[in-house]
């Protein structure tokens, strides 16, 4: 496998099951996203970790729930979900996190359905 | 409230025609930049970047694009458009700081006509 990875990479969910997103990458990088894209809208970040510690949470509602185990994988564990989170969920990566000149790698995306 | 614009939602061009995708970010000090593609079902591929330096930078699959300060743009362009450009065209700008946080715009769809 190279670059980012994600796992499902559809996933169709009732508004009561809990389910988990994973994402992986394969290019040694420290610094790990999750983005939301919606229909029409900017992509809104979501989450940062760095070196396995989360340095950013975008006011993200608490039916989800990142987890970084190390610097390789990130889980997006979802619960109790709206049908209004409906989106394209994009997980990212990049060397480092200061300055802003580091670069994002994307995966391909989970395509989520909440019913 | 720093942001990006890009204007064009959708735009068509002819296979073999040049295309120029338009960006803009809000004033204040230079962001770096960058120009993303997402084909249909895929994740955002990047094309280019401009940290400093020369304001015209190349990129991959014959893009190009042109920073210019007076105008806060970072317009992308290819001089000849081919089928399998057809795509989503993502401007994004990272104004430094502790979480390297890109802010996009909202994309602009593009169509190539045969």
């Known amino acids: 496998e190279t670059g980012v990875t994600q796992t499902p990479r559809h996933l169709v969910m009732g508004m009561t099951n809990k389910k988990s997103l994973k994402c992986e990458q394969h290019?040694?990088?420290?610094?790990m996203y999750w983005y939301k894209q919606s229909a029409k809208k900017p992509l809104e970040l979501m989450f940062v970790?760095?070196?396995?510690?989360?340095?950013e949470n975008n006011s993200v509602p608490s039916r989800f729930s990142p987890e970084c185990p190390n610097s390789s994988h990130l889980f997006l564990h979802l619960h109790t979900l709206q049908p209004e989170d409906s989106a394209l969920y994009l997980c990212a990566s990049s060397q480092g996190l200061a300055g802003g000149s580091y670069e994002q790698y994307f995966g391909p995306g989970t395509r989520l359905t909440v019913t | 409230a720093q942001s990006v614009t890009q204007p064009d939602i959708h735009i068509t061009v002819s296979e073999g025609a040049s295309l120029e995708l338009r960006c803009n970010y809000s004033y204040g000090a230079t962001p770096y930049l960058f120009w993303y593609v997402q084909s249909p079902g895929q994740g955002l591929q990047l094309l280019l970047k401009y940290f400093s330096g020369d304001t015209l930078v190349q990129g991959i699959k014959g893009f190009e694009a042109e920073f210019k300060r007076s105008q806060s743009s970072f317009n992308l362009r290819k001089p000849s458009v081919h089928w399998s450009d057809a795509a989503e065209y993502f401007c994004?700008?990272?104004?430094?700081?502790?979480?390297?946080?890109?802010?996009f715009g909202t994309g602009t769809l593009l169509a190539v006509q045969p």
């Open positions: 290019l040694g990088h420290n610094a």
């Open positions: 970790y760095n070196f396995k510690e989360q340095t």
């Open positions: 994004a700008a990272n104004y430094g700081g502790a979480t390297n946080k890109l802010i």
